[in-house]
């Protein structure tokens, strides 16, 4: 979440819808430390930094984008407590190549008078399908009604590796070169985490996510094949305290996964993703 020192002025606007807004603000800053995108990821808890093998890799782990064998185009949306002037909405396409993977991204936060706009571009490579990293920078552009704009970019890495068949470890840190817009830093994150398949309907991951302004956040989530192409998923978070749950249904050509998680003090949120393959293959296996 951008918090901006821009000045706004009440000449500017009422004070009625001043006072709107901060208080939307204020709200959408409790659910977490990070804007929650990719529904997959959202219905394990957002536990999702070594697995990362679907487009929802762009927003935890970049390199794990290697992983995908065929383009394939990726939309999410949603409005945090059922507050739409708070709807986040993602577009991405990752394009693989036989030297790497590229991918791009849009992102929209907000509404009229308060508007959050991120432009991404990343790359993932790998080294003897042994050691996976990948690099991304964000353009972040913020804007507020009558009040002024101001953009920055930030910097993110990410690594992924197995210590053993069955577990694979990611590492990603976010906003690396500490972007500032308007006088206010980004948040800087770093996320630890692992993944064990050691059957295979079933995945577990656990995540140790670090935003510098917070205490460390500790994500577990699971994903089950209940039958074919049918994928339950859970997870806990533990800053803020939240429960969640979720639903994908790949059927071919395209995957559609819903999520909703809780926040014990604002309530359930919903969201979801819909992606589209073209010439689907295997997802590439780290070895």
């Known amino acids: 979440m951008v918090f901006l020192t ?87 396409v990752t394009y693989p190549m036989s030297w790497g993977n590229g991918a791009a991204s849009f992102e929209s936060y907000g509404f009229d008078l308060y508007r959050e706009s991120t432009f991404g571009l990343a790359y993932s490579g790998g080294f003897r399908e042994k050691f996976v990293y990948g690099i991304e920078a964000n353009y972040y552009h913020v804007a507020i009604k009558d009040g002024g704009s101001a953009g920055t970019i930030g910097f993110d890495a990410g690594l992924l590796f197995k210590i053993h068949p069955y ?12 972007p500032v817009i308007a006088h206010d830093e980004l948040a800087q994150v770093m996320a630890l985490g692992v993944s064990v398949n050691m059957f295979e309907p ?43 749950a979720g639903l994908g249904f790949d059927f071919g050509i395209g995957v559609i996964d819903y999520a909703l998680y809780t926040h014990e003090d604002l309530g359930v949120t919903h969201a979801v993703s819909a992606s589209i393959h073209l010439q689907r293959q295997a997802i590439r296996k780290i070895q």
Do not use: C
Not at 30 to 43: F, N, P
Not at 173 to 178: G, T, W
């Open 167 to 178: 577990v694979t470890v990611g590492f990603t840190s976010r906003n690396i070169n500490q």
């Open 6 to 92: 821009l000045h706004i002025g009440t000449s500017l606007m009422n004070r009625s819808l001043f006072w709107f807004l901060f208080l939307l603000l204020w709200a959408y800053s409790l659910q977490a430390s990070d804007t929650k995108k990719g529904a997959r990821a959202l219905g394990m808890g957002g536990a999702y930094v070594a697995l990362a093998n679907t487009n929802d890799a762009f927003y935890y782990n970049p390199a794990g984008l290697w992983q995908l064998t065929n383009p394939q185009v990726q939309a999410f949306y949603s409005a945090p407590f059922n507050l739409r002037d708070l709807a986040t909405t993602t577009f991405n």
């Open 202 to 244: 079933l995945t577990i991951n656990a995540d140790l996510y670090k935003d510098v302004r917070y205490d460390t956040d500790i994500r577990v989530g699971a994903e089950y094949e209940l039958i074919r192409k049918l994928f339950l998923r859970v997870g806990v978070a533990s800053k803020p305290s939240s429960f969640s």
